[in-house]
């Protein structure tokens, strides 16, 4: 075992290891929702270790690679007007759309400005009257709390000058189209820890029984992940197929009721178009009616472009497949030739969390 002797709890991880070998009977396939249990899935090896007893598929649990390229086009714009600073995470910067990426803007004279947190986008705001700051709002559940937030915020500032290109999206309506597509092969979820600790994981116990799949609340370190994978293959092998949180340090059943109510002042749910998928029913949120003089498309009389939210990506790049779970980023054609995180053609190779970034970070396919 060349991985796990690196663990913190060596002992414990290898008698998980061992348990989940001797109850698979099959080879199960498992989806991890999300892009962090992914890169921690292969950084610490525990694709290899369950080689023949779990075949681990990744989900599309990156917010980065899930933002869909009519949002990127129209932050572009957004940059691009004169009088507008457009505030976005550093992840976002590199993300290509159909006219190049939020750097290009940057290049051919956008202002545009990388921020931490939606906060900071609000006190430049604060700070600088005479610009019109719009903050790039993308992520999943995890994150939408931060930019209601900011948004009651520059509300009770009085803030004119603050507005919002909102592009979260939800996860479980994903994992609905996941489950719903004829070539859907999950038969297990480990589903993110992060977004049931907003969320909470109540609503699941419906998905669950709909589509007789187990869905284990999984966390991100090593031991973590191999105790959400031995509930999911011991519920697999025993026809069973039910919620369960493996996560219990972080998650309770109904999530942070706080962060709920925060999301649910400012936002309702919408359908959001995602990069990988097409439009995906209740698969995002708007701004509420309440709130809509902070939405940046209404502002700047903006409307995105229909035609982009198909479920293709560049002619070459393959991330749609990728990040269904249909194609491993090492079987995509460009992986680690014409694509590399130096030279990313998709999002999935750009972002700290998408699944061709850790392949290739941590050498799996044609690069091992
Ligand atoms: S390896 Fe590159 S080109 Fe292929 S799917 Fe991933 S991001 Fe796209």
Redesign the pocket.
């Known amino acids: 075992m060349k991985f796990i002797d690196e663990f913190r709890d060596p002992v414990l991880a290898t008698e998980l290891v061992r348990r989940i070998r001797a109850t698979a009977k099959q080879p199960w396939v498992l989806m991890e929702v999300c892009g962090g249990q992914t890169h921690s899935l292969l950084r610490h090896g525990i694709d290899v270790e369950l080689q023949g007893a779990v075949e681990l598929i990744h989900g599309p649990g990156c917010p980065v690679?899930v933002t869909d390229i009519s949002a990127i086009d129209l932050a572009q714009q957004l940059a691009s007007l004169p009088g507008v600073v457009l505030a976005s995470f550093g992840d976002m910067l590199r993300v290509p759309g159909s006219q190049g990426s939020l750097l290009t803007a940057r290049a051919t004279g956008g202002d545009v400005m990388m921020v931490y947190s939606p906060v900071d986008a609000v006190r430049h705001a604060q700070s600088h009257p005479d610009q019109q700051v719009v903050f790039f709002a993308v992520g999943f559940e995890t994150t939408a709390p931060a930019t209601a937030l900011a948004v009651l915020q520059a509300h009770q500032l009085g803030l004119t000058n603050f507005s919002v290109l909102v592009s979260h999206v939800r996860v479980q309506p994903a994992m609905e189209a996941l489950m719903q597509a004829p070539d859907n092969r999950v038969e297990g979820f480990l589903a993110a820890g992060h977004v049931c600790s907003i969320t909470g994981y109540d609503s699941y116990d419906s998905f669950a029984k709909r589509h007789r799949v187990p869905v284990i609340v999984t966390g991100f370190e090593p031991v973590d992940l191999l105790q959400g994978i031995l509930e999911c293959v011991t519920q697999l092998e025993t026809g069973t197929a039910e919620v369960r949180n493996s996560y219990g340090r972080s998650v309770e059943r109904l999530g942070n009721p706080a962060a709920q109510r925060v999301v649910d002042t400012v936002y309702e749910i919408d359908d959001r178009a995602w990069r990988g998928f097409g439009v995906i029913p209740a698969g995002g949120y708007r701004l509420r009616e309440e709130y809509a003089t902070f939405d940046a498309q209404r502002r700047f009389g903006l409307t995105r472009s229909a035609e982009k939210n198909d479920p293709t990506?560049?002619k070459?790049?393959?991330?749609?497949?990728?990040l269904s779970g249909r194609?491993k980023?090492?079987d995509?054609?460009?992986?680690?030739k014409?694509?590399?995180p130096d030279s990313?053609?998709?999002?999935?190779?750009?972002s700290s969390e998408?699944?061709?970034?850790a392949?290739?970070r941590y050498h799996r396919g044609s690069l091992t």
């Open positions: 690679c990506d560049t070459r790049c393959r991330a749609g497949d990728v194609l980023p090492c995509c054609p460009e992986f680690g014409a694509c590399t990313p053609l998709g999002a999935p190779m750009v998408g699944a061709c970034a392949y290739f």
